[in-house]
């Protein structure tokens, strides 16, 4: 009996299926707000007794964000910076780990755990207070004043951004599991007659790595790339979405604060696009 969809279609098929909640639970819960803070953006929103007044303003909301707020610009520079330097260190202190975590030796499963224990721990409120005591930090840098006695050996201009990745390396820490975990998955779903062939033709294992382990787990790059984006774009203690509360919360500017957000999706959104064209390539040729 002929099947009434061919295996591409019922492989599409599939695919939409697993977006299927998704995609009911935006229409349901996201799109409404979505399509009113899109509108907000547009408004100057008074509060009254009867409800939110709003009067048309244009674009007056998305050019006072770059001509008049003195706050908004540098927080936002700040946040990009932060994203440029801590992304590549989550993906290679992510990469590192989950090859040694793929070894075989004894207590394997519980030096996992303690990998993923500060996803579970730090979040949320703990990870703002953790912040807020310094912890996100590495005291050395400020004890010993690094910064002023080294300028005379390296370079302010080299100097600076190498002691903020350093003093990063916690933040970077905490935000691996996830990363790591993924990384774990693709190295394990490596086969390893790969890796006694070219045992047997004589490959090194730095050989092995570049040859068979880093285009396997490129897709994995990819996930993790994008999933570290958006998590250093939306975490707490972001000084963006600090400050975009703080306009909305505090000082009751609707419009404006929904002006600064869609400025901030933009933004968040072009980076991810960069990246997935910079993965085009790969993507292509695995279909």
């Known amino acids: 009996m002929r099947k009434p969809f061919s295996m591409k279609t019922r492989h599409y098929l599939e695919g939409y299926a697993f977006t299927l909640p998704w995609l009911i639970g935006f229409l ?33 909301n998305f050019r006072r964000a770059f001509t008049v707020d003195v706050d908004f610009t540098p927080k936002l520079i700040e946040t990009v910076a932060s994203l440029l330097i801590q992304v590549p ?3 290679i202190f992510a990469m590192f780990s989950a ?9 394997r499963m519980l030096f996992r755990g303690i990998f993923f224990l500060p996803v579970i ?16 930090t590495l005291p050395i840098f400020a004890q010993y004043d690094l910064a002023t006695r080294l300028t005379d050996i390296i370079p302010v201009q080299i100097l600076l951004p190498l002691l903020k990745a350093l003093d990063s390396l916690t933040v970077s820490m905490w935000d691996s599991g996830v990363q790591i975990l993924i990384f774990l998955a693709g190295l394990q779903s490596i086969s390893v007659q790969l890796y006694e062939a070219a045992k047997v033709d004589g490959a ?54 929904s002006a600064l957000g869609w400025i901030y999706f933009i933004i968040a959104f072009a980076v991810i696009g960069l990246v997935l064209t910079l993965f085009r390539n790969s993507l292509k040729g695995r279909g």
């Open 204 to 257: 090194t294992p730095w050989e092995s790595f570049w040859k068979i382990t880093f285009p396997m787990i490129t897709p994995m790059i990819l996930v993790n790339t994008l999933f570290s984006i958006v998590n250093s774009f939306t975490k707490p203690g972001n000084g963006v979405m600090e400050y975009m509360q703080t306009v909305v919360f505090q000082n009751l500017q609707f419009g404006y604060g």
């Open 89 to 91: 260190l989550i993906l």
């Open 121 to 136: 721990i730090a979040s949320g409120s703990v990870l703002t207070k953790l912040r807020e005591d310094g912890a996100a």
């Open 28 to 60: 349901l819960f996201m799109a409404v707000p979505l399509g009113k803070s899109l509108y907000y953006a547009f408004q100057s929103l008074e509060v009254k007794t009867e409800g939110l007044k709003a009067t048309y303003v244009g674009l007056e």
């Open 99 to 107: 090859l040694l975590l793929n070894r075989n030796f004894r207590g």
